[in-house]
Structures are given as structure tokens and as C-alpha cells.
């Protein structure tokens, strides 16, 4: 077996990854969404801070073997730049929109128990993790698409912008974006 080859598996063993940690996540967001008790939140949110281990580990996995095989066999291809820039993407939706918000909850769930307060309900159903989650599902499915369509500079700018359209249409709409809001008048 070649290097090369062995580098192709464990690239896409990161990405295998790397997807599991985003289904990971899935379970746990809408988990948090229904949870009453401090407890309870506080399990979601510790699987939720495991996932960063193997959502490193992955993205690991996945770019060492990409930047091995993008130098040897694909220096002139266009979508590899695109591709790397979405990973990066990928990393900085990652922590900005869900991991902050996440590392907040869970300090505030440290020193409580019981019924889980109103506020604490609100972070964990906060719309921009929905948005985050739908925004990095899409741009996965576009850097798939990139590794397999393997287009030019253009195309792959267009598959990754239509990607993020996509992922951030779906998830205003799911993370309430467009909901009207309920105030009590009294």
C-alpha cells in the first residue's frame, strides 16, 4: 500500500470524524432544548464539551493527510483552497456561535441544581446554536461536494457560498430567527 493511500484513509476517517462529532452534537442540542433540571443540562453539556476531543482529533486526521496529499497530487487544483477555507470556516462558526455560548451555560450550571431557570432555559435554546449547527452541517456537505466534484476556483466558490446560503437560511428558520415573540402585557 502506498503513502498516498494510507494518507486518503486516514483523511477520511477525520472526516468520518469530524461528522460523527457534528451528529454528536445534534443529539445534544436538541437534547438541551427539552431538558427542566439543572442535571440534566449539565450531562448534555458535558457530552457537548467531549466532542471537542474528537472534533479535534478528526480535523487532525483529516487535514495532516490533506495537506500531504494536496502537495503531491493536487497542487494546481483550485477547490483545495476552498475546501481548507471551509474547514477554517468550519472552526470559527464552531467557536464563536455555539462554543462560547456553550462554555457560558455550563459555568452557569455548575453551581446549580434543581429546576432549571428561565435564563439558563433561554441559553440553551439560544437560536444562534441552531443557526451554528445548520451553518457547519451545510459547509461540510460543500466541502464534500468540492472533494468530489473537484471544480474550478469559481465553481467551488459558488458550492461554498451556496452551502452557507443554505445553511444559514435553514437554520434562521429553525432557531426561531423569524418567530414572533410572546411578551405578557399586564
Do not use: D
Not at 57 to 86: D, H, K, N, Q, T
Not at 159 to 179: E, K, N, P, Q, V
Amino acid at each position: 500500500m502506498s503513502f498516498y493511500l494510507a494518507a486518503l484513509l486516514l483523511h477520511i476517517l477525520g472526516s468520518f470524524g469530524i461528522c460523527s462529532a457534528l451528529a454528536i452534537e445534534w443529539v445534544v442540542l436538541h437534547n438541551l432544548k427539552r431538558v427542566r433540571v439543572v442535571e440534566s443540562a449539565r450531562e448534555w453539556v458535558n457530552v457537548y464539551s467531549g466532542l471537542r476531543w474528537l472534533g479535534g482529533i478528526s480535523l487532525a486526521a483529516l487535514l495532516i493527510p490533506g495537506f500531504y496529499m494536496a502537495s503531491i497530487a493536487w497542487r494546481e487544483a483550485a477547490w483545495i483552497s476552498v475546501a481548507l477555507g471551509s474547514v477554517f470556516l468550519l472552526a470559527l462558526i464552531g467557536a464563536t456561535l455555539a462554543g462560547i455560548r456553550i462554555n457560558k451555560l455550563k459555568g452557569a450550571l455548575s453551581t446549580r441544581s434543581g429546576a432549571l431557570p428561565p435564563e439558563l432555559v433561554a441559553q440553551a435554546r439560544h437560536p444562534l446554536l441552531t443557526l451554528s449547527l445548520h451553518l457547519r452541517t451545510a459547509i461540510i456537505a460543500s466541502a464534500v461536494a468540492l472533494m468530489t466534484f473537484k471544480p474550478s476556483l469559481a465553481n467551488s466558490l459558488l458550492i461554498l457560498l451556496s452551502g452557507t446560503i443554505i445553511g444559514l437560511s435553514s437554520g434562521m428558520m429553525a432557531g426561531s430567527f423569524f418567530r414572533p415573540k410572546i411578551v405578557n402585557v399586564t
